[in-house]
Nanobody, 124 residues
Framework: QVQLVESGGGLVQAGGSLRLSCAASERTFNAMGWFRRAPGKEREFVAAISWSGGITYYADSVQGRFTISRDNTKNTVYLQMNGLKPEDTAVYYC???????????????????WGQGTQVTVSS
Protein backbone atom coordinates (compact mmCIF):
# COMPACT_ATOMS: atom_id res chain seq x y z
CA GLN A 1 0.00 0.00 0.00
CA VAL A 2 1.44 3.33 -1.07
CA GLN A 3 1.60 6.02 1.59
CA LEU A 4 1.57 9.66 0.53
CA VAL A 5 2.68 12.62 2.62
CA GLU A 6 2.06 16.19 1.49
CA SER A 7 4.03 19.21 2.65
CA GLY A 8 4.64 22.82 1.73
CA GLY A 9 1.31 24.37 2.57
CA GLY A 10 0.99 27.61 4.48
CA LEU A 11 -0.31 31.16 4.53
CA VAL A 12 0.51 33.43 1.62
CA GLN A 13 -0.74 36.76 0.31
CA ALA A 14 -2.67 36.99 -2.93
CA GLY A 15 -0.29 36.99 -5.88
CA GLY A 16 2.27 34.92 -4.00
CA SER A 17 3.63 31.45 -4.63
CA LEU A 18 3.92 28.12 -2.86
CA ARG A 19 5.33 24.76 -3.84
CA LEU A 20 3.65 21.66 -2.52
CA SER A 21 5.42 18.32 -2.33
CA CYS A 22 4.00 14.82 -2.12
CA ALA A 23 6.40 12.08 -1.05
CA ALA A 24 5.43 8.49 -1.79
CA SER A 25 6.59 5.59 0.36
CA GLU A 26 7.69 3.67 -2.71
CA ARG A 27 8.32 4.14 -6.37
CA THR A 28 5.14 4.21 -8.42
CA PHE A 29 4.58 3.82 -12.14
CA ASN A 30 1.14 5.37 -11.84
CA ALA A 31 -0.31 8.70 -12.72
CA MET A 32 -0.44 11.11 -9.78
CA GLY A 33 -2.89 13.87 -9.08
CA TRP A 34 -3.55 16.87 -6.90
CA PHE A 35 -7.03 17.68 -5.62
CA ARG A 36 -8.32 20.27 -3.18
CA ARG A 37 -11.27 20.86 -0.86
CA ALA A 38 -12.24 24.41 -0.06
CA PRO A 39 -14.31 25.19 3.04
CA GLY A 40 -17.90 24.13 2.51
CA LYS A 41 -17.22 22.66 -0.94
CA GLU A 42 -16.68 19.28 -2.52
CA ARG A 43 -13.20 18.04 -3.25
CA GLU A 44 -12.19 18.99 -6.77
CA PHE A 45 -9.52 18.17 -9.30
CA VAL A 46 -6.50 20.48 -9.63
CA ALA A 47 -3.83 18.77 -11.73
CA ALA A 48 -2.51 15.37 -12.76
CA ILE A 49 0.61 13.93 -14.33
CA SER A 50 1.45 10.70 -16.11
CA TRP A 51 3.93 8.28 -14.61
CA SER A 52 6.69 9.45 -16.95
CA GLY A 53 5.87 13.13 -16.44
CA GLY A 54 5.31 13.58 -20.14
CA ILE A 55 1.58 14.29 -19.93
CA THR A 56 0.00 16.84 -17.63
CA TYR A 57 -3.60 17.88 -17.16
CA TYR A 58 -5.02 20.92 -15.33
CA ALA A 59 -8.32 22.23 -14.15
CA ASP A 60 -9.35 25.37 -16.02
CA SER A 61 -9.24 27.36 -12.80
CA VAL A 62 -5.49 26.80 -12.35
CA GLN A 63 -4.30 26.48 -15.95
CA GLY A 64 -1.39 28.86 -16.54
CA ARG A 65 -0.79 29.47 -12.83
CA PHE A 66 -0.02 26.00 -11.43
CA THR A 67 2.54 23.47 -12.66
CA ILE A 68 2.64 19.82 -11.72
CA SER A 69 5.88 17.85 -11.99
CA ARG A 70 7.47 14.72 -10.59
CA ASP A 71 10.89 13.38 -9.75
CA ASN A 72 10.70 9.60 -9.90
CA THR A 73 14.21 9.27 -8.45
CA LYS A 74 12.81 10.83 -5.27
CA ASN A 75 9.32 9.32 -5.44
CA THR A 76 7.98 12.86 -5.19
CA VAL A 77 5.35 14.90 -7.00
CA TYR A 78 5.27 18.68 -6.86
CA LEU A 79 2.69 21.38 -7.40
CA GLN A 80 4.15 24.80 -8.07
CA MET A 81 1.46 27.40 -7.45
CA ASN A 82 1.99 30.94 -8.71
CA GLY A 83 -0.35 33.89 -8.81
CA LEU A 84 -2.33 32.55 -5.88
CA LYS A 85 -5.83 33.89 -5.29
CA PRO A 86 -8.02 33.80 -2.18
CA GLU A 87 -10.25 31.28 -3.95
CA ASP A 88 -7.29 28.86 -4.02
CA THR A 89 -7.63 28.52 -0.25
CA ALA A 90 -8.22 24.83 0.46
CA VAL A 91 -6.76 21.64 1.81
CA TYR A 92 -4.67 20.12 -0.98
CA TYR A 93 -4.42 16.36 -1.38
CA CYS A 94 -2.20 14.25 -3.58
CA UNK A 95 -3.36 10.92 -4.88
CA UNK A 96 -1.93 7.89 -6.67
CA UNK A 97 -3.72 6.52 -9.72
CA UNK A 98 -5.11 2.99 -9.91
CA UNK A 99 -3.50 1.72 -13.07
CA UNK A 100 0.14 1.10 -13.86
CA UNK A 101 1.21 3.56 -16.55
CA UNK A 102 -2.38 4.83 -16.79
CA UNK A 103 -3.19 8.30 -18.14
CA UNK A 104 -3.61 11.27 -15.80
CA UNK A 105 -7.23 11.72 -14.83
CA UNK A 106 -9.50 14.26 -13.19
CA UNK A 107 -11.78 11.51 -11.82
CA UNK A 108 -11.36 10.87 -8.10
CA UNK A 109 -12.51 7.25 -8.31
CA UNK A 110 -9.54 6.48 -10.53
CA UNK A 111 -7.18 7.14 -7.63
CA UNK A 112 -6.51 4.46 -5.03
CA UNK A 113 -4.29 6.12 -2.44
CA TRP A 114 -4.60 9.54 -0.86
CA GLY A 115 -2.50 11.69 1.43
CA GLN A 116 -3.77 13.47 4.54
CA GLY A 117 -3.65 16.89 2.93
CA THR A 118 -1.87 20.17 3.49
CA GLN A 119 -3.60 23.49 4.16
CA VAL A 120 -3.10 26.41 1.78
CA THR A 121 -4.51 29.76 2.84
CA VAL A 122 -4.35 32.80 0.56
CA SER A 123 -5.11 36.16 2.14
CA SER A 124 -6.47 39.09 0.14
Amino acid sequence: QVQLVESGGGLVQAGGSLRLSCAASERTFNAMGWFRRAPGKEREFVAAISWSGGITYYADSVQGRFTISRDNTKNTVYLQMNGLKPEDTAVYYCACGQDLAGPPSDLQYEYDYWGQGTQVTVSS
